[in-house]
């Protein structure tokens, strides 16, 4: 890649991550809609041979400094020189998330949300950003209800191919495939399908056990309650890596303020058991002998109904059903070949 | 003394000191379930039955020292120091999803005897299973 292009692609990531300080990306341009409408915005991949293609992919992002007070409205590049001081002072960025210890998410900013007060509208819209130079998805964008939800099944989406994509299987994943195509914000919450713009290449431990129970928190409260929900993914690159290190995940009901539903989570993109290469998406299972967890032997309590196993002293062990339970003293490594999945409380 | 609890799959019930999920189709069953009995909340837990029949219910920060032992306890958030020498009944009503949770039900129910279990459709949710636990 062309020196341009890198300096095109280091300011973007940075004006991204600038996003995360000043909060939200609303259009700037964005004309006045009624609240019952709906406004997506999904742009096509911007081409790489137009040098000014990345100046308007930046616009997504700038346009997202709007509270941060730079009245330059129009002026890119202005908005683009804030969003890069601001970008220096940013409380989230992948050097100042900690390793991945065992948990799927982390807590970031005290759990609170970047949106401005502001940004609590019943205004409904969509935003998804263009795919960048490397062809990797950015933020996505929305504010949730029931008019933006699906009314019928989740179609293919195999068409898709994500940055860093790569079919293949490991015995020890749930599902056997390593990656999935994960959408950004979920089909249960906006319909879209098939979006390459919403679209990411995760592992299946971000997928299920990281994003999903966040998006199934959204989605049965706006069941509920018929509210809006400011909902924001931020996937979230090392340099020029086709994979992500991970997403950052805001939330905020509208009606309620905040009160039924508020988070702002970092989900690390990992798979346990895989070393990832995520400069291309490469991955090989991890060395058992230099991890020791997975040839270790030890005793586990299985819940033959939930096909988990746990540790004995596990919360859910108390709960479990004696027809259920059963005791397991060999290699974790076995088990999970079993097709039988690690609790992710006590993380066996 | 009787608690009224809801969990995910994880026996979570709260994260970042909100419920995890609601349902008007499982306050409706803990109004009928527990009639003509007491329920005792917070004013937290109160809210969301703004829209109900809120006549036998109660309402005080330290709810489960007031309780009788007729009464019903409904918990969703604050950290409760429970006597369970107390209980004799404990209604867990299942979400049957998987959500974040920083707070969990972690009463250890070896020795309680699963008496009843039933299974109904949310509003919001495919199924709810209500389970009732007893000395």
Known sequence: MDKMKKLKLLLANIILAGVLVLGGCADAGDSSQSSSSKETTTQESASSEDQNTNAEDNSDDTSAQADSGNTAGSDTA???????????????????????????YI?????????????????????????????RCRTAYANVCKATMPTEKRGRIGMVKPSGWHTVKYNNVDGKYLYNRCHLIGYQLTAENANESNLMTGTRYLNVDGMLPFENMVADYVKETNNHVLYRVTPIYTDENLLADGVLMEAESVEDKG?????????????????????????????SRRSGQSSAKGTYIINENTNKFHKPDCRSVKMMKD????TYTGKRSELINSGYEPCKNCNP | MKLIICVDDNNGMMFNRRRQSKDREVR??????TMPERIWMNEYSLEQFETDDTSRIQVANNFLIQADDNDYCFIENGQYLIDESRLDEIVLYHWNRVYPADYYF????????LADQKEFKGFSHDKITREIWTR
């Open chain 1, 259 to 287: 009160k039924g539903i508020s988070y702002c989570v970092y989900v690390y993109n990992v798979q346990p058991g895989i070393k990832i290469d995520y400069e291309t998406g490469d991955s090989s299972a991890k060395d």
């Open chain 2, 106 to 113: 972690d009463i250890d129910l070896h020795g309680w005897t």
């Open chain 2, 28 to 33: 409706h069953d803990i109004l009928a379930y």
């Open chain 1, 323 to 326: 027809k259920n339970k059963k």
């Open chain 1, 107 to 135: 807590k970031v900013h005290n759990n609170v949300p970047f949106f401005k007060k502001s940004d609590l509208t019943k205004k409904v819209f969509e935003k998804y950003s263009k795919l960048d130079a490397l062809g």
């Open chain 1, 78 to 104: 202005g908005k683009t020189k804030a969003a890069a001081s601001k970008a220096k002072t940013s409380a989230v960025s992948t050097s100042k998330i900690p390793k991945y210890s065992g948990s799927p």
